[in-house]
T-cell receptor
Framework: DAGVIQSPRHEVTEMGQEVTLRCKPISGHDYLFWYRQTMMRGLELLIYFNNNVPIDDSGMPEDRFSAKMPNASFSTLKIQPSEPRDSAVYFC???????????FGQGTRLTVV | GEDVEQSLFLSVREGDSSVINCTYTDSSSTYLYWYKQEPGAGLQLLTYIFSNMDMKQDQRLTVLLNKKDKHLSLRIADTQTGDSAIYFCAERDTGRRALTFGSGTRLQVQP
């Protein structure tokens, strides 16, 4: 398996624009997680899905953030409108079952100018 | 809520052993993990330990768990320059399926 695949790897956008980050989890995994990494706050869980259903979105910073998982092999994280403070590395991870390790993608480095 | 803490920085000489420490607060943690992050890369799973174990060894890596003190450590034997990275401790409890991460320990290996 190719592992968790995220796209794009880098995104530079202007404040106010819509940004969509994409993730393909490992085939067969039933949990998908979105994390954000910044120097100030470290790794923060934004939202996670189980069998395509959002389970916990309490980490989503505000209404500008939304996430979807239309099927078992694809998820998106959307920021609309984007702000400079959204600049961070966004990671997607997946796991098989609720008690096993999560495997991470390479991340998307987002810069909002 | 869950809280995981790590020291920020560790410097060792090549060939020495490195010990990275972690403390956690959630007594219902079922699995504890160590991840490695190299610059510009994602998090790579190194090893994990189930909460009913107190030690796990995997080649150069040894994980020790003191459940009473809620203390986890990662020992890297014969540390190499390629081990230079940030190491994250993470825990997962029975109720919440997502991992909670520490702030990471930056390991610097001096040649």
């Amino acid at each position: 398996d190719a592992g968790v695949i995220q796209s794009p790897r880098h995104e530079v956008t202007e404040m106010g624009q819509e940004v969509t980050l994409r993730c393909k989890p490992i085939s067969g995994h039933d949990y998908l997680f979105w994390y954000r990494q910044t120097m100030m706050r470290g790794l923060e869980l934004l939202i996670y899905f189980n069998n395509n259903v959002p389970i916990d979105d309490s980490g989503m910073p505000e209404d500008r953030f939304s996430a979807k998982m239309p099927n078992a092999s694809f998820s998106t994280l959307k920021i609309q409108p984007s702000e400079p403070r959204d600049s961070a590395v966004y990671f997607c991870a997946s796991s098989l079952g609720g008690g096993t390790a999560a495997f991470f993608g390479q991340g998307t480095r987002l810069t909002v100018v | 809520g869950e809280d995981v803490e790590q020291s920020l920085f560790l410097s060792v000489r090549e060939g020495d052993s490195s010990v990275i420490n972690c403390t956690y607060t959630d007594s219902s943690s079922t699995y504890l993990y160590w991840y490695k992050q190299e610059p510009g890369a994602g998090l790579q799973l190194l090893t994990y330990i189930f909460s009913n174990m107190d030690m796990k060894q995997d080649q150069r890596l040894t994980v020790l768990l003191n459940k009473k003190d809620k203390h986890l450590s990662l020992r890297i034997a014969d540390t190499q320059t390629g081990d230079s990275a940030i190491y994250f401790c993470a825990e997962r409890d029975t109720g919440r399926r997502a991992l909670t991460f520490g702030s990471g320990t930056r390991l610097q290996v001096q040649p």
